[in-house]
C-alpha cells in the first residue's frame, strides 16, 4: 500500500475560517516532506517543506506540523480564501538519499465565499 | 525563468502508436522526474534522473522509456501506447546538494494524454 496517506478526502469551510489538512505516513526512516497545492488542469504548486529535525515551520498563512511519534504531518491555512481552493498533497522523502517523493493520494479543500 | 515547460499540452494516441512527451528546465536542475496521475489520485512516479547521463526506475517505468543526454532535458518516451497508459503526465525538476538533502519539486504543467 501507499506510505503516505491522508485522513480526510475532502474538507469544506467557510471563507475566513481557519483549515486543517492531515497526512499519516508509514516510513520512519524519511527525512523530509512537503505539501503541495493542485488547482484544476494545472501541475502541483510547492506550498511548504519541513525536515525532520524540527516539528513546526510557517510559511504565509501556512504551519506545517509534523510529529515523528505518531508519523503524522498536518497543514494549517489561515483564514482560508476562496483561491485556496485546491487538491492538496503531502509527500515524503524515505530518506537515504534516494531522490524520490511518494506522494499521498490528495484531499479537496473547498471554500465556500 | 520560464522553470519547467512540456509539450504537448495534449495529445490522442491510437492503440500501438509511440510518442515522446518533452521536458525542458532552465533552472539548472540535476533531478529531474517523471510522474503519472490518473484521475483522482496522486502522482506516481515513472522514471527520476539524477543528472546528465544517469537515469533510474520509479515505482511504474513499465511500457515507457526516457534519456537525459542534457542537463535541461528529459524526455518519456511511450512505445506501444495501451489505454492504460491513458492519464496526465507531469515532468519535474529539483536541485541537488553536496549533502545529498532533497529540495522542492518544481512541476511542469503537464500533459493529458489518451490513449484510444
Same mark, same amino acid.
Given at each position: 500500500?501507499?506510505?503516505?496517506?491522508l485522513?480526510?478526502?475532502? #474538507?469544506?469551510?467557510?471563507?475566513?475560517d481557519? /483549515?486543517?489538512?492531515?497526512? %499519516?505516513?508509514?516510513?520512519?526512516? &524519511?527525512?523530509?516532506?512537503?505539501?503541495?497545492?493542485?488547482?484544476?488542469?494545472?501541475?502541483?504548486?510547492?506550498?511548504?517543506?519541513?525536515?525532520?529535525?524540527?516539528?513546526?515551520?510557517?510559511?504565509?498563512?501556512?504551519?506545517?506540523? #509534523?510529529?515523528?511519534?505518531?508519523?503524522?504531518l /498536518?497543514l494549517?491555512?489561515? %483564514?482560508t480564501?476562496?483561491?485556496? &481552493?485546491?487538491?492538496?498533497?503531502?509527500?515524503?522523502?524515505?530518506?537515504?538519499?534516494?531522490?524520490?517523493?511518494?506522494?499521498?493520494?490528495?484531499?479537496?479543500?473547498?471554500?465556500?465565499? | 525563468?520560464?522553470?519547467?515547460?512540456?509539450?504537448?499540452?495534449?495529445?490522442?494516441?491510437?492503440?500501438?502508436?509511440?510518442m515522446?512527451?518533452?521536458?525542458?528546465?532552465?533552472?539548472?536542475?540535476?533531478?529531474?522526474?517523471?510522474?503519472?496521475?490518473?484521475?483522482?489520485?496522486?502522482?506516481?512516479?515513472?522514471?527520476?534522473?539524477?543528472g546528465?547521463?544517469?537515469?533510474?526506475?520509479?515505482?511504474?517505468?513499465?511500457?515507457?522509456?526516457?534519456s537525459?543526454?542534457?542537463?535541461?532535458?528529459?524526455?518519456?518516451?511511450?512505445?506501444?501506447?495501451?489505454?492504460?497508459?491513458?492519464?496526465?503526465?507531469?515532468?519535474?525538476?529539483?536541485?541537488?546538494?553536496?549533502?545529498?538533502?532533497?529540495?522542492?519539486?518544481?512541476?511542469?504543467?503537464?500533459?493529458?494524454?489518451?490513449?484510444?
Amino acid at each position: 500500500g501507499e506510505s503516505v496517506g491522508l485522513h480526510l478526502p475532502t #474538507l469544506s469551510v467557510q471563507e475566513g475560517d481557519n /483549515s486543517i489538512i492531515n497526512c %499519516a505516513y508509514s516510513n520512519s526512516a &524519511s527525512d523530509y516532506f512537503i505539501w503541495y497545492k493542485q488547482e484544476s488542469g494545472k501541475g502541483p504548486q510547492f506550498i511548504i517543506d519541513i525536515r525532520s529535525n524540527m516539528d513546526k515551520r510557517q510559511g504565509q498563512r501556512v504551519t506545517v506540523l #509534523l510529529n515523528k511519534t505518531v508519523k503524522h504531518l /498536518s497543514l494549517q491555512i489561515a %483564514a482560508t480564501q476562496p483561491g485556496d &481552493s485546491a487538491v492538496y498533497f503531502c509527500a515524503e522523502e524515505g530518506g537515504g538519499s534516494n531522490y524520490k517523493l511518494t506522494f499521498g493520494k490528495g484531499t479537496l479543500l473547498t471554500v465556500n465565499p | 525563468n520560464a522553470g519547467v515547460t512540456q509539450t504537448p499540452k495534449f495529445r490522442i494516441l491510437k492503440i500501438g502508436q509511440s510518442m515522446t512527451l518533452q521536458c525542458t528546465q532552465d533552472m539548472n536542475h540535476n533531478y529531474m522526474y517523471w510522474y503519472r496521475q490518473d484521475p483522482g489520485m496522486g502522482l506516481k512516479l515513472i522514471y527520476y534522473s539524477v543528472g546528465a547521463g544517469i537515469t533510474d526506475k520509479g515505482e511504474v517505468p513499465n511500457g515507457y522509456n526516457v534519456s537525459r543526454s542534457t542537463t535541461e532535458d528529459f524526455p518519456l518516451r511511450l512505445e506501444l501506447a495501451a489505454p492504460s497508459q491513458t492519464s496526465v503526465y507531469f515532468c519535474a525538476s529539483s536541485r541537488s546538494s553536496t549533502s545529498g538533502d532533497l529540495y522542492e519539486q518544481y512541476f511542469g504543467p503537464g500533459t493529458r494524454l489518451t490513449v484510444t
